[in-house]
């Protein structure tokens, strides 16, 4: 059997004497589209945190095993450094740079793939030379594929709400990940830009090979496009499963009504 | 009515300015008769002055919000949309090199000096554009790599009598390594705190300059530096001047032409991204520490090749031509022309160094109008003069191919 591509165990982030993560396990499976539910403060942000390498988790495992590739450990890794193994993510609250295009924002993932240094810039030898227009068809390219072609100049910050997540999607996709972390992609957006995410979530994972977490609150979204999804609630997993099962689960219900839950 | 609030509010600031200026405005102590004049024609201006120039602020701040309210985008500024003009570039770029050609030769000598010192702040303004205008780290230290670059040639001529045209790109080096070097501690440090730390530093470098007298001369500071040479040969007092001014134009040129490269690259991008958000940045692959360092020793260069041109210029360098004044000066050239824009700094320059040399009765109040300059610039153009814009690139959607526009 094939190990799972993100394989985290025991995991558990103590922010002073708060239990954001208690003991909390989890494996992606290669071409899964899972999701991450909980109620807000469950620990959903804080996990792809420690994934990433923004927080460094105080207890647990982080492995991956990229495609192709042998399993390697994350913990400790800067966050840099978990983006050049093939983890990309967006942000919930969204995290644009304000001060450059919608074409810049997306080289900027191109970033960690590109090799000439200070030197270059300064003499722009024909390989820099080459490389910079490379790196802006590509990202050029990723725009057209996730339907921000036209707003290619604009400053990211006058872009609308749904493009603006739809451009933080894009700039993930920039630094040729395995691995896609959403968090809460919908947030904000309206029926309509909704179902367009949908359909760019499955497209994602169909044409661009990727494996794709998601945390989500629309729960017709989540329903809709996961395989598999795990939930939390106060920092502890509290079940997994399939959509059908997952909506079956009484302790899900439960969390999710916001009932006194017995273990208090 | 918003006109009678208006009326009312600048009265109340008036009165407000009344009491606090009257210590100083009204009351005299006459110590012949050993007196008190009190002065009321005094009160009755700075009144009458707070009361209009509250209205004239008013007016303007509600003419920009209102502008502002109107278009957000398209403000692409004036300089740069005649810039992009292909029919206007040429000519703008001609009549400008031709006056700066022509202008030491049109000038009286004391014109060319101080176009001199005002080219080195466009220098220096270049260079800390790179630390504070893109990469967003407020470095209030910057004045210490000029003194490296000053003393370097200083000392340099002095015990070993290397010339200027050694010593310009030797301090290059040595101001990157300097800049790594203090970099290196100080840049785990965000906003106020690097802030204070490299004002620190910036102070540090200083003090030892005035007072390690077997290195540095102490504040007696060091005298008689060599002008350049032109391959071996000096010129006359008058024809130095010229000769530096060209020197430094032609660096001037050279600083220009790097730094848009850089600002166009991986790691002016980067830079961009960090100052922007510094996790997003990290999240995007950047390494935070590096770009970091490699901005602050980049300014740093520039830095230091300026001190090299001060030192040849002046003769004579002591500590006290390297305070925090100076860090607070270059910082303001950056901050007024426009923070991460290459044509706001070099105007910035040109204004804050070039006006109080020519308006006599303002250098007194350098500072204090520096002072008032920041804050009406950031409650009216808080860009800057000139604020920054990003490279334009346009696409043939067919072939992919791209055709590249640039801005300068
Ligand atoms: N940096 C932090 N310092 C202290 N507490 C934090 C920090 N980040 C998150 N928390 C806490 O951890 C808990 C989980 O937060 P979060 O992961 O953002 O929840 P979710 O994304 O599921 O809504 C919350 O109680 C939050 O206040
Ligand atoms: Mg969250």
């Given amino acids: ?264 | 009515m918003a006109i009678k609030n208006q009326i009312k509010q600048s009265l109340i600031i008036a009165f407000w300015f009344m009491i606090l200026t009257f210590p100083i405005m009204v009351i005299k102590v006459n110590t012949i008769q050993n007196t008190i004049d009190f002065r009321w024609a005094n009160l009755l201006w700075v009144g009458i002055v707070t009361f209009f120039a509250s209205m004239v602020w008013n007016y303007f701040l509600r003419r920009n919000e209102a502008q502002k309210k109107k278009e957000i985008d398209d403000d692409i500024p004036l300089i740069h949309r005649l810039l992009q003009n292909d029919r206007f570039r040429r000519p703008f770029l001609g009549v400008v090199a031709a006056f700066f050609l022509a202008y030491p030769f049109v000038f009286p000598m004391y014109h060319t000096s101080i176009m001199i010192s005002a080219l080195v702040y466009v220098m220096l303004g270049l260079g800390l554009n790179i630390v504070v205008g893109l990469a967003g780290l407020l470095d209030l230290g910057y004045v210490a790599f000029y003194a490296v670059g000053a003393y370097a040639y200083a000392l340099l001529n002095l015990h070993f009598g290397l010339s200027f045209w050694v010593v310009l790109p030797m301090s290059a080096l040595l101001g990157t390594l300097f800049g790594v070097m203090l970099g290196y501690p100080v840049l785990r440090l965000r906003g106020d705190y690097l802030a204070i730390v490299t004002l620190g530093f910036g102070e540090i470098i200083r003090i030892v300059l005035e007072n390690w007298d077997t290195f540095s001369n102490g504040p007696r500071g060091i005298a008689d530096i060599p002008p350049p040479t032109f391959f071996g040969h000096y010129f006359d007092q008058h024809d130095t001047m010229i000769y530096i001014y060209f020197i430094v134009t032609g660096l001037v040129l050279m600083t220009i032409f790097f730094v848009n490269r850089l600002e166009n690259s991986k790691i002016g991008r980067a830079w961009i991204a960090l100052r922007d958000d510094e996790i997003a940045c990290q999240a995007m692959g950047i390494d935070k520490f590096k770009t970091k360092l490699t901005a602050f020793a980049l300014g740093a260069t520039w830095a230091a090749m300026g001190g090299v041109v001060f030192a040849a210029k002046t003769s004579y360098i002591n500590p006290m031509s390297f305070t925090i004044w100076e860090s607070i000066t270059i910082l303001c050239v950056v901050v007024i022309g426009g923070m991460g824009s290459a044509i706001g700094v070099i105007a910035g320059a040109l204004v804050l160094i070039l006006l109080p040399e020519y308006l006599r009765a303002v250098s007194e109040y350098r500072m204090l109008v520096f002072g008032a300059l920041q804050v009406i610039v950031m409650v009216f153009k808080p860009d800057g003069l000139i604020k920054s814009v990003r490279k334009v690139y346009t696409f043939n959607v067919q072939e992919k191919a791209i055709h590249e526009q640039t801005h300068t």
């Avoid at chain 1, 002073?16 to 290669?30: N, P, Q, R, T, Y």
């Avoid at chain 1, 810049?104 to 200070?118: P, Q, T, W, Y």
């Avoid at chain 1, 029926?191 to 990727?210: A, C, F």
């Avoid at chain 1, 996961?226 to 059908?244: C, F, R």
Wanted: include cysteine; glycine fraction near 8%.
């Fill in chain 1, 1 to 264: 059997m094939n190990k799972p591509i993100l394989s985290v165990k025991n995991l558990t982030m103590n922010f002073g004497g708060l239990k954001a993560l208690d003991d909390v396990s989890i494996a992606i499976e290669k071409g899964q589209i899972a999701a991450l539910i909980g109620p807000n403060g469950a620990g959903k942000t804080t996990f792809f945190n420690c994934i990433t390498g923004i927080y460094e988790p105080t207890k647990g495992v982080v492995e991956i095993t990229p495609p192709g590739k042998n399993t390697q450990s994350l913990r400790g890794l800067k966050p840099n450094y978990v983006t050049e193994r093939g983890i990309a993510r967006t942000f919930q609250n969204i995290r644009l740079f304000h001060g450059m295009t919608v074409l810049e924002n997306v080289m900027i993932g191109r970033h960690c793939r590109l090799s000439s240094g200070i030197i270059k810039a300064m003499l722009q030898p024909p390989s820099q030379k080459n490389e910079e227009q490379k790196a802006v068809t590509d990202s050029y390219e990723i725009l057209e594929k996730i339907g921000l072609a036209k707003y290619v100049n604009d400053m990211a910050v006058n872009l609308p709400y749904g493009a603006q997540r739809r451009l933080e999607i894009a700039r993930a996709l920039a630094t040729d990940p395995f691995l896609l972390l959403l968090d809460e992609p919908a947030a904000g957006m309206n029926p309509q830009e909704t179902k367009e995410l949908d359909d760019l979530i499955l497209w994602l994972r169909d044409n661009e090979n990727l494996t794709i977490l998601l945390i989500e609150h629309d729960m017709k979204l989540v329903m809709s496009l996961s395989d598999w999804i795990h939930v939390v609630d106060y920092g502890k997993k509290i079940a997994e499963g399939t959509p059908e099962d997952i909506k079956a689960n009484s302790d899900v219900i439960k969390a999710y009504l916001g009932e006194d839950s017995d273990d208090a």
